[in-house]
């Protein structure tokens, strides 16, 4: 257990429709970042969080977007979803957020977009 | 960009006995860190190894060691001793600022 946690587990909808990714990171972990994995391919990286702040921005499409909360947990939402979202989205903890950083990751949350 | 190839999509080892997988980045960057983690069939991403790229000695973590070549960008992961819970796909990493993965190669073995 890394202790980073993800809910919801797994998700099916529908294209066009939106929904919300939860991402609470490891206690004392100030950094969260947002990875996709499509089938059988590795992970992109879509954003990171440090500290309620955007630090860097990756391979997220317009139609995403995130936030990280004072609480430091983080939410990624997807809207008008296309069949080619459909994937499993990570979340991963980090101190410092630097690139020297174990990142540690959550279990992921499988979208399946139908 | 950086990128990351690992350029064996499947490899397959016997039990007991000794893998490497292999990994090339692309970088310009001289201070950079370098990462192997692996994906069981639980989805759930686990570390196995890190390297400072301004450290020369590799990196080793139990049966898993790194053969780090700076000047060649290379970066390939030895398992010795495979055991049937070694299976799983492998993904090596680059992070300057942002981490980069590679495609993975998938490692079976064979008991």
């Known amino acids: 257990d890394s202790g980073v946690t993800q809910t919801p587990k797994h998700l099916i909808t529908a294209t066009g429709q939106r929904v919300t990714l939860r991402c609470s990171p490891r206690?004392?972990?100030?950094?969260v970042y947002w990875y996709q994995q499509s089938l059988d391919q590795g992970l992109q990286f879509l954003i990171q969080y440090y500290n309620g702040e955007e630090r860097a921005k990756g391979n997220i499409l317009e139609r995403f977007s995130a936030q990280q909360f004072p609480d430091l947990h983080s939410e990624l939402n997807l809207s008008s979803l296309e069949l080619g979202d459909s994937a499993l989205y990570f979340c991963?903890?980090?101190?410092?957020?630097?690139?020297?950083?174990?990142?540690?990751f959550g279990p992921g949350t499988r979208l399946t977009v139908l | 960009a950086q990128t990351v190839t690992q350029s064996q999509p499947e490899m397959s080892v016997q039990e007991a006995e000794t893998v490497t997988l292999s990994c090339t980045y692309d970088t310009s960057e001289s201070d950079y860190y370098l990462f192997w983690y692996k994906q069981p069939p639980s989805r759930q991403m686990i570390l196995v190894i890190r390297q400072e790229a301004y450290k020369q000695q590799n990196a080793t973590e139990n049966r898993f060691s790194v053969n780090f070549q700076k000047a060649a960008k290379s970066f390939s992961l030895k398992i010795s001793d495979s055991q049937l819970g070694d299976a799983a796909m492998y993904f090596c990493?680059?992070?300057?600022?942002?981490?980069?993965f590679g495609a993975g190669t998938r490692l079976t073995v064979k008991p």
């Open positions: 991963a903890s980090s101190v410092e957020g630097q690139g020297r950083d174990t990142q540690y």
């Open positions: 206690s004392g972990d100030l950094s």
């Open positions: 990493a680059y992070s300057e600022r942002e981490r980069r």
